[in-house]
């Protein structure tokens, strides 16, 4: 190493560390480069870029000198910022474009969904997902770049369509990642693009599903581009509240954006931005033949089959990032980043109030602004060490209109005659971090993975907290790699989802809340300790197993509480979690198949935040007992496979299986078990058809027809039963360009 080459490592270092005024950053780095998990349940890793890009020709047929230099460089660039993230000792589960499209609907799979295939993830209504016991609690990166989490409601703010290949994250993770902890999304734009190209499609279907789709990629001299617009229209946006096939009052209109710019400036850099639009519109789901609780003065009778409450979802994010090289060794990107996100949930004015005492117009709105900061500096054989920062700072506000009854200290409704509530608020705060790390290759077989980080958050509460964390590799031979992690774990509370009603205004009134209540939601802190092992059986079939046990102080939780379908967050005082993942994954030339289950226990004791949400009696009950948190999923599994025919026809099928989410008082009981079955049949016809080369897709989500629950109103925090899709039939037309 030259004598300047150390001067150069610590100005970029301190560069990027000044540069974000204060630190963290999120970036896939841990025990070893080699996943230690077994692969993603149909899904292999991503395979790596071989050879150059397709690059362009001069005239007399020669190639381009240009071209060839810009598609190294964008080359090069690409395992960098991998070499930023790289695959860790924590548990790595993939996927990539060929996994997503052996799923039945293909790349129409909403995110959510694709996810669902891997071991530990459960389903829940409004398209939430809980990985290993936790609620939510997930954070989403493209290429590397932290995307802010938005307010959550029905919708998906990302799109598989846009992923060349994605991650999930697990289990004992590196100093790089804090914050969402319970699983990193790490998605990844496409790679090897060709010089332009992309795909239309239209999908329809039963409930009036209409999605037209385009995408569009490509490289042109040192700028490339990758770009997604979809448009969703059905009948079913939203869980439908009955048994029925059909719900009623549930159209959906979606329409989401995408976009990923590159320009390469030179061998050693490149810029990129990144940007996403989201806008979601809802219609609230009806329930008939409900009889109203309260009564309203000069107010004919109301049909609860004709009410009219809807919710808007919006989300923006952008990104601006610099990416560069700093000799061969040292590799660095720094982002600034921002994101609106706002929920406007519009009641039905006499059916809310007539059925749940309070018509409450809630708005949401949450802007979050920042920059990330993530070095990586190889040395030697031995060392690569790692250093990151995050700052992030927010602005929350809620928007709360509330037409109530006048009552008695009991409760009870005392006049006809409406009064309006303003209850608005708003949240100004602060969150940053700053983590070091070393990937240390001991020996051949051993590879360690020690780090510490430092976290920062100054919102409705002033916390912070440092978090050792170190993971272990070991490949025992060929074919048998084992891991374990220890992380401890610090994740502020989500800002978009405190709830900030003033318990005194609503005193006298129908929507009264017991005064004794602490709302300043608190930081969850937990030890997470993981094992687990990865075999290579034969050439073709791996199987894998994990372990994890997390001790949990201030466990944050989630509910819907209210009459508007809103979560807010909430703390136990104490919680525990722990399970058992296995897997398998099968590939041959023409077929290919996986399968997986999960056993999960998630216990929580004592509510410390939140109080004003609960019964009385629940509380109490709370206080001196362990209980089952509300998404605790004992046995979660998925299967599936892929076979492709000759004459460009293939089949594809999935089978998701459920044990049920907790209901009933203090969630002492759990919903029944359900199966659901998906498949479908494609034929790709080349360009000697009479329209070309165009694709043909038929799916069938839950073949069977199965009627299922996976909500039934009760248990803590949920406010409305929900049933899985019944029987849907969808057809894709496409076409490569």
């Not at 006049?415 to 940053?432: A, E, F, Y």
Request: some cysteine; hydrophobic content about 35%; charged content about 20%.
């Amino acid at each position: 190493m030259s004598a300047s080459r150390p001067r150069e490592v610590a100005a970029v270092a301190v560069a990027i560390l000044l540069s974000c005024g204060l630190p963290r950053a999120v970036r896939a780095a841990d025990a070893s480069s080699p996943s230690a998990s077994a692969p993603a349940p149909a899904a292999s890793a991503p395979m790596p870029r071989t050879g150059l890009a397709p690059a362009a020709t001069s005239p007399g047929g020669t190639q381009s000198l240009q071209e060839v230099e810009i598609t190294g460089a964008r080359q090069r660039l690409d395992a960098a910022r991998n070499g930023l993230s790289p695959d860790t000792g924590s548990t790595i589960y993939r996927f990539d474009r060929q996994d997503i499209e052996n799923l039945p609907l293909g790349e129409s799979t909403p995110l959510n969904e694709v996810l669902l295939h891997a071991p530990g993830v459960a389903q829940d209504s409004f398209g939430q997902l809980h990985v290993r016991g936790d609620h939510a609690n997930l954070q989403y990166r493209i290429d590397g770049i932290v995307i802010p989490e938005a307010i959550t409601g029905f919708g998906q703010t990302l799109e598989t369509r846009f992923a060349g290949s994605m991650s999930l994250l697990t289990g004992a993770l590196p100093a790089q990642f804090g914050y969402r902890t319970a699983g990193v999304v790490d998605i990844r734009t496409p790679t090897n693009l060709p010089e332009s190209g992309g795909r239309v499609a239209l999908t329809v279907g039963t409930r009036g599903h209409l999605e037209p789709s385009i995408e569009l990629e490509g490289e042109r001299g040192a700028f490339s581009y990758v770009l997604t617009g979809t448009f969703l229209h059905n009948d079913i946006g939203i869980e439908n509240p009955t048994p029925e096939r059909n719900a009623i009052h549930d159209t959906t209109n979606q329409s989401k954006v995408f976009g990923s710019l590159g320009y390469v400036l030179g061998p050693q850099s490149r810029v990129s931005v990144l940007f996403g639009i989201t806008n979601n519109r809802f219609e609230i789901p009806n329930v008939p033949g409900q009889t109203p609780s309260f009564m309203l003065d000069n107010s004919p009778p109301v049909d609860s089959a004709s009410l009219d409450a809807n919710q808007r979802e919006r989300n923006r994010f952008g990104a601006l990032s610099y990416q560069g090289k700093a000799g061969a060794d040292v590799d660095y990107q720094v982002s600034v980043f921002t994101r609106t996100t706002d929920v406007h949930y519009q009641p039905d004015p006499v059916g809310d109030l007539v059925f749940n005492g309070v018509a409450a117009d809630i708005t949401r709105r949450n802007t979050a602004s920042g920059l990330q900061g993530d070095l990586s500096w190889r040395l030697g054989n031995s060392h690569t060490l790692r250093t990151g920062v995050f700052a992030q700072h927010e602005h929350f506000t809620v928007d709360n209109t509330s037409q109530v009854f006048p009552a008695d200290d009991d409760g009870n409704q005392t006049s006809g005659v409406p009064m309006t509530i303003v209850d608005n608020t708003s949240i100004t705060g602060s969150l940053w971090g700053v983590y070091v790390q070393d990937e240390w290759k001991a020996t051949q077989a051993l590879t360690v993975n020690y780090g510490l980080r430092y976290d920062k958050v100054d919102t409705v509460v002033s916390e912070s907290q440092w978090s050792p964390r170190i993971g272990l590799v070991y490949d025992w031979s060929s074919t048998l790699r084992l891991h374990a992690g220890y992380a401890r774990y610090f994740t502020p509370p989500p800002t978009e989802k405190i709830d900030t009603t003033s318990v005194q205004k609503f005193l006298g009134t129908t929507n009264a809340l017991p005064s004794d209540a602490n709302t300043a939601v608190r930081s969850e802190r937990s030890n997470y300790f993981d094992v687990g092992a990865a075999w290579q059986a034969t050439p073709q079939l791996t199987l894998g197993a994990d372990a994890y046990w997390r001790d949990v102080s201030h466990l944050q939780d989630e509910g819907q509480f209210g009459n508007a379908l809103i979560f807010s967050a909430f703390n136990y005082e104490k919680g525990r979690i722990g399970g058992l993942e296995l897997t398998a994954t099968y590939r041959e030339k023409a077929w290919s198949a996986y399968g997986n289950v999960a056993f999960s226990r998630a216990m929580g004791k004592t509510v410390e935040t939140g109080q004003f949400n609960f019964d009385p009696d629940e509380l109490a009950y709370i206080a001196s007992n362990w209980v089952h948190l509300d998404h605790d999923q004992t046995v979660s599994a998925s299967a599936g496979g892929s076979l492709k025919l000759g004459g460009g026809w293939a089949a594809f099928g999935d089978v998701l299986y459920g044990s049920g989410l907790r209901r009933g008082f203090a969630n002492s009981d759990h919903l029944p078990s359900y199966t659901q079955v998906n498949a479908s049949v494609e034929k790709k016809f080349d360009a000697t058809s009479a329209f070309g080369a165009f694709d043909m897709r038929l799916a069938v989500v839950n073949l069977f027809d199965r009627v299922y629950q996976l909500r039934d109103g009760s248990g803590i925090g949920v406010g409305a039963s929900q049933y899985g899709a019944r029987r849907s039939l969808y057809l894709t037309l496409g076409k490569n360009f």
